[in-house]
């Protein structure tokens, strides 16, 4: 079961990407929601209303924990943002710039390679962060002019553009093959001592 936390952005888009490879999803809006997931997306949107939101609905020590523990968490675009250094929930060793392709009116699509899918898929920005840095342990997985757009580090996948607004399902399957190669693909561990941590 794959968690989509749901307070605010793209999350109907990411639902129905995954129903359409046959992947059931869960929203996520409060810590008991995080029960028995064994992926976790954190979608596009405005990352500061998204943080308030994350503060005030408590999620942010437990997701944090999971994260730590090894849940594969995929964010796109404003989940970039939070999963970034000097983000709400600061996992992944790279650091970003909001907003840093301009307005809503430089917002673009276009085609690139990407490496571990081995084709080119249709990348929609809607004013993407840029990813500026990446420590020794991120990979790359695509670049647009340069700029790295799609980035993984150990169980974490960061997209700055927006794969659920396409109907190319492979970073999808990609996210997917992650899930399933993690130890915690059964879902273990964060069933029990939730209930604990909830406040
Ligand atoms: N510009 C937004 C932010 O800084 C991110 C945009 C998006 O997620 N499409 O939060």
Known sequence: MIGILGLQGDVIEHISGFSRIGVETKVIKLPCDLKEINGLVIPGGESTTITKLLVSSGLVRPINDMIKKGLPTWGTCAGVILLS??????????????????????????????????????????????????????????????????????????????????????IIKYFMKIVENSDLRQGYGFGHHMPGRIT
């Open 85 to 170: 250094k000097g983000g709400i929930l600061e996992n992944a060793d790279v650091k970003v710039r909001r907003n840093a392709y301009g307005s809503q009116l430089d917002s673009f699509i276009t085609r690139t390679r990407i490496h571990k899918i081995g084709r080119d898929v249709t990348m929609v920005f809607i004013r993407a962060p840029r990813i500026l840095e990446v420590g020794t342990d991120v990979k790359v997985l695509a670049k647009v002019n340069g700029d790295i757009v799609a980035a993984q580090s150990a169980n974490i996948l960061l997209t700055t553009f927006h794969p659920e607004l396409t109907e190319d399902t492979s």
